[in-house]
């Protein structure tokens, strides 16, 4: 069983940057690839995605400011997160899959989250 593990989550200021890593503990050939967050008191929703290592999408609040990334011999992905803003504010979690489903249990491999936390 692949195990996702996620990092690089923490408190920041409005306007600050993060970055957030999930590794795999192993090869896997999970096509699709995904960013979800949940805010207290929230649905958990669907951030980025990329798919095929190329083709990537991201939910309208985070266009322009999140980039999704794969290096796939460190089997990381990544999330950068820039001009970060309070309603951010999440546990953001990692997904792999073999297609980009809009909910976050459909994925075959999950992670178990890490907390960023804006303010403003």
């Known amino acids: 069983q692949v195990q996702l593990q996620e990092s690089g989550g923490g408190s920041v200021q409005a306007e600050d940057s993060l970055k957030l890593s999930c590794v795999a503990s192993?090869?896997?050939?999970?096509?699709?690839w995904a960013w979800f967050r949940q805010a207290p008191g929230k649905e958990r929703e669907r951030v980025a995605t990329?798919?095929?290592?190329?083709?990537?999408d991201y939910t309208d609040s985070a266009k322009g400011r999140f980039t999704i990334s794969k290096d796939n011999a460190k089997l990381t992905l990544y999330l950068q997160m820039n001009n970060l803003k309070p309603e951010d504010t999440a546990m953001y979690y990692c997904?792999?899959?073999?297609?980009?489903?809009?909910?976050?249990?459909?994925?075959?491999?999950r992670g178990q989250g890490t907390q960023v936390t804006v303010s403003s």
């Open positions: 997904a792999a899959g073999t297609r980009c489903y809009s909910a976050f249990d459909a994925f075959a491999y």
């Open positions: 192993e090869i896997t050939y999970m096509k699709c």
């Open positions: 990329i798919f095929n290592n190329v083709n990537t």
